[in-house]
């Protein structure tokens, strides 16, 4: 199952990406399988010298126990050392931002694909708009 963020490829230029593995619960694991996640709005932070997915849903599985379970709580990226310093200097020295782009299995491990990515602004989004209309437009020209 891979669960994507389609939303970051519309509000951020995708430039350079990179798979890295993610601390979960087991009954996340279990939702994830099943595919009840949601990455819209989510996005990572680096704090000290670690790398934390913030804002990133994960709903409750069904058949576990959720008493006291946080669906957006804060999960700890595992990366490299070395990784997360190229991260954080790139960040800083461009403006970029990293963005979670999906979350999948990988043989019995979830991964997420994380991207760095510069915002678009307002009329960028209007240009990517306008071409996927005229793409659309060609396709059903083309069909027809």
Do not use: C, W
């Amino acid at each position: 199952m891979k669960i994507t963020n389609r939303k970051a490829f519309f509000n951020f230029e995708v430039l350079d990406r990179f798979e890295a593995g993610i601390n979960l619960y087991g009954q996340e694991v279990k939702a994830i399988r099943l595919g009840h996640a949601d990455l819209t709005g989510s996005f990572v932070k680096i704090i000290g010298s670690e790398a934390y997915l913030i804002n990133a849903k994960i709903f409750p599985y069904e058949n576990a126990r959720s008493d006291d379970y946080d669906e957006k709580r804060t999960r700890k990226l595992l990366l490299h050392k070395s990784e997360i310093i190229a991260l954080k200097s790139k960040m800083d020295s461009q403006n970029l931002s990293i963005v979670p782009l999906s979350l999948y299995l990988k043989s019995h491990l979830v991964k997420v694909e994380l991207a760095l990515g510069k915002g678009k602004k307002k009329y960028d989004k209007k240009q990517s708009i306008k071409k996927k209309d005229l793409q659309r437009e060609l396709e059903t020209d083309l069909s027809s």
